[in-house]
């Protein structure tokens, strides 16, 4: 860091956003030796990575937004020196037949036992077809997983690479839903299938603007694999590590500083969230921007924008995260499968085909879904770390539960307490479908003997953590290559995190390839920097 004759800070790169994608970039940087400037508006950095005790005198701490890992590469790992460690699944998911009392179970270590389960669903037929279907992403995975730590491959390119023209097509150049119907016929499995290009995208099978596809490909390609795993620690783990990393690189971090706007010219203007003091001004010899491109927008003078266009563009999210802490496992319906092995994968809850494309419908006419497509996960059956000894020797457990076909747009002009309590029994009574008990008895009190539970709308990812319309990947997804006629004169371009201004970078979510808990906005925005000078 240097200063002007007039006193003011110059640093060679200002991140504005402290989350996950902002550290991964600044300390790319400062071990490079340059000098950098993290302003992060909340008092901790992390972003949607972080642990917090929701539940006060509980003694858990929950990974309160994000909560899996799958698209954070090894090679970030290893280049920033990151102690993490991260734990596989070996239940895929279980999916109970709405109504029923059976469901499918998908075991990764035992492919006979995941064949039974299909047959007792009554779908024995698509059990081959099913692993033949992640047969084929996996070759997506081999092929593509590679080129995301690299500059962007144009479209042609990226095909040649994958080499399969039919799965190329399938995936990448016609509608997801088309593939599913062919591969699978019970409405059980289809939806399975769909359910990976539905995670925070408002979208049916067959829409032609192909965001479920993008989203889809996302959710199967992370590692080469498309495995999500447990960090033991959870998300706090991964932040804490970064932030650590980025300290003992030299990065100076400022917390409780907002950043009020942003020049072409590399100023940046902030003032403390918690103390009276005048604005101040420091410039960078680059800007990254860890915040949604429509914020940087707003910080650059430009209009105002609320994230959200009724054709399908703009940054809307389509969810509502609950977090829930238990006395233990509550009892299911189906008598062949244990709690401990429904909820030790994803736990799809009403995710039909049918129903996820009634969900939509329902959704798009302004009204919440019934029942609520909902997935769930628990972090405690793989990584009991997050819990104090006592809840642990107790059995208690910990559930986040993630909806689909839950639109920003349902939060507009509504009462916003009211409908977040309509989301949360929406949730519970989709939840309460499958069991053979009310969760509601195993809900713990905390310590102000107050139900654990919580429940983030959109909304509220909109004013906690500066997601514009609650769209956990910033904005629309792009495809991790670059089409063929885009203009790669840059290395911001080359990159995929170009803005209009040379010295104004995109290093987060919303740059190209920079969805999920990855850390790959902010490795292309440090590539990019690095490679100009």
Partial sequence: MERSRAGQEHFDAVVVGGGHNGLVAATYLAKAGRSV???????????????????????????????????????IIDDLGLDLEL????????TPLPGGEAG?????????????SFRRV?????????????????????????????????RSEAKDLVGDEEIWNN???????????????????RGVLLTDGLISTFARA??????????????????????WDVPVGGMGAVSGALERAARAAGVVIRTDSEVTGVAPNGVVHYHSTTENTAVQRVTGEY?????????????????????????????????????LLLSRLPRLKDPAVQPEQAFGGTFHINELYSQLDAAYTTAEQGDIPSPLPIEIYCHSLADPSILSQPLRESGAHTLTVFSLQTPHRLTHGADHDALRAELQAAVLASLNSVLAEPVEDCILLDGEGQPCIETKTTLDLEDTLGLTGGNIFHG????????????????????????????????????QRGGGVSGLGGHSAAMALLEDH
């Fill in 37 to 75: 400037l993290v302003l992060e508006r909340q008092d901790h950095v992390g972003g949607a990575a972080v642990s917090a005790e929701a539940f006060q005198g509980t003694g858990a701490r929950l990974s309160r937004y994000s909560y899996l890992v799958s698209l954070l590469p090894q090679q």
């Fill in 87 to 94: 734990v596989r699944r070996r239940y895929s998911s279980y």
């Fill in 104 to 116: 499918l179970l998908v075991d990764n270590e035992d492919r006979r036992a995941t064949r039974n």
């Fill in 122 to 154: 009554g779908a024995g037929p698509d059990a081959g077809s099913f692993a033949e279907f992640y047969g084929r992403t996996a070759i997506l995975a081999d092929k593509l997983w590679p080129t995301f730590t690299r500059p962007l491959l144009r």
């Fill in 171 to 189: 995936f990448i150049e016609q509608p997801l839903g088309g593939v599913i119907e062919r591969a699978v016929d019970s409405d059980l499995a």
């Fill in 206 to 227: 067959h829409d032609e603007d192909l965001q479920q596809n993008k989203c889809f490909l996302y959710h199967v390609v992370g590692g080469g694999t498309g495995d």
């Fill in 287 to 323: 800007v990254l921007a860890n915040v949604t491109p429509t914020v940087l927008g707003q910080l650059m003078g430009g209009p105002h924008s609320d994230g959200f266009l009724a054709h399908g563009g703009g940054a809307e999210g389509a969810q509502v995260k609950v977090n």
């Fill in 476 to 511: 629309p997804l792009s495809w991790p290559f670059a089409e063929d006629d885009a203009p790669l004169d840059t290395p911001a371009q080359r990159w995929g995190v170009a803005t209009d201004h040379p010295r104004v970078l995109l290093c987060g979510a919303g740059s």
